[in-house]
C-alpha cells in the first residue's frame, strides 16, 4: 500500500524559513508529478507548488520567489523550502503525488498533511 508522510512544520516567525519534506513509501514502481498544497480553515485545498518527473517546477503567484520545491527521486522524496514566511502562509500543508505501484495503476495519494503557523 503506498503511503505518503509529511514532516517539516511547526512555527516559525515572519520573514522566518522551514523546510517540510514528504516520503512516499510502498510497493513503489514509479513516482510522476509531485506537488505541494495547503489548507486554511474554511477554505478549499490551493496548489501552491508542483514538479514534474522532469523536475520542471509551477507555483502560485502567493509563492513564487518564496518557495522552491524539489524532488529526491533516488528516496521517493519531495521537498519544499519555504523562505521569507509570512501570518498568510500559515495552513496545514499537504504533499501530493501521482505514483505508479508495481503492478496496479497510476493513482493519486496524499499525505494526512503538517500544520505550518507563521507568528510573531
Known amino acids: 500500500q503506498v503511503q505518503l508522510a509529511e514532516s517539516g512544520g511547526g512555527l516559525a516567525q515572519p520573514g522566518g524559513s522551514l523546510r517540510l519534506s514528504c516520503v512516499a513509501s510502498g510497493n513503489i514502481f514509479s513516482i510522476n508529478f509531485m506537488a505541494w498544497y495547503r489548507q486554511t480553515p474554511g477554505n478549499q485545498r490551493e496548489l501552491i507548488a508542483d514538479?514534474?518527473?522532469?523536475?520542471?517546477?509551477k507555483y502560485a503567484d502567493s509563492v513564487k520567489g518564496r518557495f522552491t520545491i524539489s524532488r529526491d527521486d533516488a528516496k521517493k522524496m519531495v521537498f519544499l523550502q519555504m523562505n521569507n514566511l509570512e501570518p498568510e502562509d500559515t495552513a496545514v500543508y499537504y504533499c501530493?503525488?501521482?505514483?505508479?505501484?508495481?503492478?496496479?495503476?497510476?493513482?493519486?495519494?496524499w499525505g494526512q498533511g503538517t500544520q505550518v503557523t507563521v507568528s510573531s
Open positions: 501530493s503525488a501521482n505514483i505508479w505501484e508495481t503492478g496496479g495503476s497510476a493513482e493519486d495519494y
Open positions: 514538479i514534474t518527473r522532469y523536475g520542471a517546477t
